[in-house]
């Protein structure tokens, strides 16, 4: 092969490597923390439940690099743990409702993520019943529970954070519940786990909460909607009508750390494409 040739060959192959998804994907995330993208596992429940192994190996293929979880699904968590390194996933998170945050039962939740190595412990529902008539009370009790609960995770060298609904954006006597939450925890104690979709569907303007409380947000659950109406209208990432770009652009603001993909209930045979096309729309995106 003469000079020409053979520098017209390795252009090539360069090239090549350089517009490969996977390559783009691997220089974005070394070049950008925020974009080592996470994934809640409920996102591939069913898949999951199957074959969590083959499932994990699918998501660090697509570029995920950050998993949301709970339990060890059947494993000592030391060969799981072990596993997931090996394939390039981190155990970012994991955690339960209120109710179970309490006594020796919270001891207990910390030192399992901490043997799983997680960075953070989710309190996902911060109401004792439904949350269908959320009071004063209830939210004051929460509060309460929040700053106890951090103080002991941060003892521990977790990080507590609090992963909101749409409930919590209803008003009363005047007042957010949401403000109320973020003015009354010490943000040294307690960070949020902003649900996009949530807020969204309680009428929040997030990008007002990023300015009036900078720096609270260090997870944003990365969740889209099809429309403003059904409370329920779940849509995989770029499918439907929330501006994560623009959301994206307050990262400095609002202290992002962790961007994670949630859908709540792809549909079993939905799974797979939706894990697939969330974390490509995702890299689409400049921010």
């Known amino acids: 092969m003469n000079r020409r040739k053979f520098l017209n060959h390795s252009l090539a192959g360069s090239a090549g490597i350089i517009l490969s998804p996977t390559f783009l994907s691997a220089c974005q995330s070394a070049d950008d923390p925020l974009k080592e993208f996470g994934l809640i596992t409920n996102v591939v429940k069913h898949m999951m439940e199957k074959d969590h192994r ?3 190996s699918y998501l660090a293929e697509l570029g995920y690099k950050q998993l949301e979880f709970g339990g060890s699904y059947g494993e000592k968590p030391a060969d799981l743990l072990s596993f ?3 394939i390039g996933l981190k155990p970012l998170a994991g955690g339960t409702g209120i109710a179970q945050l309490q006594g020796d ?6 030192e399992e993520n901490l043997v799983m190595q997680k960075k953070y412990l989710i309190c996902y529902w911060p109401w004792l019943d439904g949350g269908q008539e959320p009071t004063w009370d209830k939210v004051k009790y929460a509060v309460d529970e929040f700053q106890k609960i951090g103080e002991k995770c941060k003892e521990s060298g977790l990080r507590f954070a609090f992963h909101n609904h749409d409930q919590e954006f209803m008003k009363m006597e005047g007042k957010v519940f949401y403000d109320y939450i973020l003015e009354n925890t010490d943000p ?13 569907k309680g009428g929040a303007d997030v990008r007002d909460y990023f300015k009036r ?9 990365v969740k889209d909607s099809y429309d403003s109406t059904d409370r329920q209208s779940f849509a995989c990432v770029g499918s439907g009508i929330i501006d994560f770009e623009d959301i994206f652009s307050y990262r400095e603001q609002g202290g992002f750390k962790h961007l994670v993909v949630e859908h709540d209930n792809p549909g079993e ?14 890299h689409t995106l400049s921010f």
């Open 188 to 200: 040294e104690l307690v960070t949020m786990e902003l649900d996009l979709y949530w807020a969204h």
């Open 105 to 110: 039962d919270l001891l207990k939740i910390i």
């Open 213 to 221: 409380y900078p720096g609270r947000f260090e997870i944003l659950h």
């Open 54 to 56: 083959h499932t994990m």
């Open 269 to 282: 045979a939905n799974e797979e494409e939706c894990a697939r096309s969330s974390i490509a729309h995702l």
């Open 84 to 86: 997931m390194k090996s």
